[in-house]
C-alpha cells in the first residue's frame, strides 16, 4: 500500500513539473512574440499639428507599429475598396501633418453611403482622432497614381507625400490582443494547475509520512 502511495506522490509531482514547465515555456513565446515579432500593448500617440513622418516611419519599422493620431485634417481621396462581394469596407483619406501628407484608410461604418456619393471626393474631416497601424508600404498610393495614370513616384512627389501609410481599418491589433490574451489565460491556467498537483502531492507526501511512522510503530 505504502509503495502504492509513494508511485501516486511521485506521479502528481511530475503533474506539477510538467504544468509549470508548460507556464514558463508559454512565457518565453510571449515574451519572444512582444520582442520580436508584434507588440500589440504600445501605441504611439502623436499630433498631427506637428510633422510626425518620422515617427510613422519609426513606429513601422518596430514590432509597435501602433499608432493613435490627433487633430488630423483627412481629405477624401474618392478610392475606396470592396471585398469580393462589393461591399465597401474602406475610405482612403489624405492626412494631412506638417508640410507632407499620409494616406489614411478609415474604416467605412456608414454602409458605403460615401463610396456611392460622386460629389464627395475632396471632402474634408477636421481635426480627427484614429488609431492605426504604420506601414511603410505605398499599396494606397499605387492605386490612387494608376487611377490618374501617374508614375507612382511622381504622384507621390506631387501631393507631397510621405512614405508610411496608416492602416485605420485592417489593424491586426485586435485580433493580436486576442492571440496574446489566449497565451496569458494559458500560463495562468498551467499555473494554477501546477499549484493544485503541488498541493496534493504535499498532501500525499504527508500521508506517506504518517503511514511510515503509524508501521514503524505497529514493527515496535
Known sequence: MRNKRVKRSAGVRVLAAMSFGLAVILALIMAACLLFVRNPWMVHKLDADQDITQELSRAADSTAPY??????DLTYTGYYETDAAGTVLAYCYFGETGDSSVLVSIAAEDGGELAGDSSAQGSVLK????S?????GSEMAGHLAQGEGMELQAYMDQYHMAGPEIMSYGSDR???IIYHLMILTGILGSAAAG????????SQRREEEDAAETDSSERR
Open 67 to 72: 499608432v493613435q493620431i490627433r487633430n488630423m
Open 127 to 130: 481635426d480627427a482622432t484614429f
Open 132 to 136: 492605426g497601424r504604420a506601414v511603410n
Open 174 to 176: 485586435e485580433r493580436i
Open 195 to 202: 499549484g493544485v498537483f503541488l498541493s496534493e502531492a504535499a
